[in-house]
């Protein structure tokens, strides 16, 4: 049987509907053989510890970030072909992975495959405001209930654009700018189903925050972005109209203008009530429905417009998403540890400071790690490789893995390719582990370090040290005080 090439990525606020999912995967008619990735994106509690028969399972934490966050972290760490990103509560049919394999050769020319949802309503009454609202998933388009990437895509756009707080447009933004709307995505066969969650009383109303992810999509894709996502325009104008009444009725019972103060009020109520009855007619209308219409109703206007005018204000200049670099390359000696020049003795390996807490920062969010490092005492006789290895094993022991080890064994004058400065351990490392050079990017403590990453086509930050000379600093592009003030451009974009 060919195996399927991707991992299944699965962002998780810790709902219980999660062990359900698990269940129907390691029940497939089909073996579930790839790893399944699942980001737990809660701030803080308990480990998640998940029992799922078969399932090659691995747990990781997001810290709050929000769903876009999580599933970026997800597919970072993913090392497959192919990314299968699903939803914590939506249950897969049983023949969906066997379906995925066919589903991934049909999309083989194109980046992305989306899946069927379904979502079940009750069959003994009209469905509810929020049950209807629901049921819109399955007809939505490029949705991550259920919905697969190829790897290399989504890192050549920097992945969900994380100003997307919510689980709203981060999807069909994503998909856009990958070309979905030229076809690079295409439908599959293969199911799920998406319950209706229970939902308290308000939910309609925190659904308003999606206006401001509105303004977003609108600066990033332009005035069109409605048509190009096959999306419904919604009912902002008309909320605006009924707000506009409202504050123009407010107006004039403070300024005791009889008039104003009665027009405005009449056109807030009927706004108002117009907003109830298209809510309320197609459901149930029993008296906990109606209840929950009307004092929603009064209040979704006004939240709606606040929220619009709030994403007008934040995102109106917003520059194209880049994300995080897939890779982070460090040198060794002066940048991540102290420099103890020709050193072989793994006892004086001293970190930097910060540096554990700030290489953990990026391993957290996803970010893979490798050093490059020139070691010409191996070349010169006053080491040898094992010294270097064994010193290489006490940097892990004390900052962490690492993805690779790239070193230099050559001494200056033998006219290798790849001492830095020459480009060449720089180059190895993104061949070698699958990166986009530009998506890469090198930390390093001196001016050799910053000539190799440029000659690679490698973004570069210098962090100097009292050895590093002024025209190096001078000549960087991107100067940081410390590692940990590197790390943390690079978290914020700035790379």
Request: charged share 25%; hydrophobic share 45%; with cysteine.
């Amino acid at each position: 049987m060919t195996p399927i090439p991707t991992s299944i990525v699965v962002p998780t606020v810790g709902r219980r509907s999660l062990s359900v999912l698990c269940d129907a995967l390691a029940e497939q008619t089909r073996p579930v053989d790839v790893p399944v990735i699942v980001v737990d994106d809660r701030q803080d509690g308990p480990d998640l510890h998940l029992d799922a028969a078969g399932l090659d399972l691995r747990v990781v934490r997001s810290r709050g970030g929000g769903p876009a966050r999580a599933r970026n972290v997800g597919w970072r760490i993913a090392r497959s072909e192919w990314v299968s990103f699903l939803d914590d509560d939506v249950v897969p049919d049983p023949d969906w992975f066997e379906v995925l394999a066919g589903d991934l050769e049909l999309a083989a020319s194109g980046v992305g495959s989306t899946g069927r949802v379904r979502v079940p309503l009750p069959a003994d009454r009209r469905p509810t405001d929020w049950e209807r609202g629901t049921a819109g998933l399955a007809h939505a388009r490029w949705i991550t209930a259920d919905l697969s990437y190829r790897r290399d895509a989504v890192s050549a756009v920097g992945g969900f654009d994380e100003r997307f707080p919510r689980a709203f447009r981060e999807d069909a933004d994503l998909a856009l700018r990958l070309g979905a709307d030229r076809g690079t995505v295409v439908a599959g066969a293969r199911r799920i189903t998406h319950p209706v969650r229970p939902a308290d009383d308000w939910a309609s109303l925190r659904q308003q925050a999606g206006n401001a992810d509105d303004r977003l999509m609108r600066a990033l894709h332009g005035p069109d972005w409605w048509t190009r996502a096959e999306a419904p325009r919604g009912r902002i104008r008309r909320h605006a109209a009924t707000t506009a009444a409202g504050l123009a009725g407010l107006a004039g019972l403070a300024s005791r203008r009889r008039r104003l103060a009665t027009l405005g009020a009449a056109g807030w109520l009927a706004g108002t009530a117009e907003l109830a009855w298209a809510r309320i007619a197609p459901g149930p209308r029993d008296a906990a429905e109606v209840r929950r219409m009307v004092l929603t109703s009064a209040a979704i206007p006004a939240a709606a417009c606040w929220h619009w005018l709030r994403g007008e204000l934040a995102h109106r200049h917003a520059p194209p998403w880049r994300g995080l670099p897939d890779l982070v390359l460090l040198d060794r000696d002066g940048t991540i540890v102290h420099d103890v020049p020709y050193n072989g003795d793994p006892a004086l390996v001293e970190p930097v400071a910060g540096a554990r807490a700030a290489l953990g920062r990026l391993r957290e969010r996803g970010v893979r790690l490798a050093v490059v490092t020139n070691q010409s005492a191996v070349g010169s006789g006053r080491l040898d490789r094992s010294q270097v290895d064994a010193v290489n094993a006490r940097v892990e022991e004390l900052l962490g893995p690492f993805e690779a080890w790239y070193v230099c064994p050559h001494a200056p004058g033998e006219g290798c390719s790849c001492r830095k400065p020459a480009p060449g351990l720089v180059k190895q490392a993104c061949a070698e582990l699958g990166v986009d050079p530009a998506r890469c990017v090198l930390v390093g403590d001196i001016g050799s370090d910053i000539e190799a990453a440029e000659a690679a086509g490698v973004a570069a930050h210098l962090v100097p040290t009292p050895q590093t000379r002024p025209e190096e600093v001078a000549a960087a592009p991107r100067v940081a005080v410390t590692l940990s003030a590197a790390v943390d451009r690079i978290l914020r974009g700035d790379w």
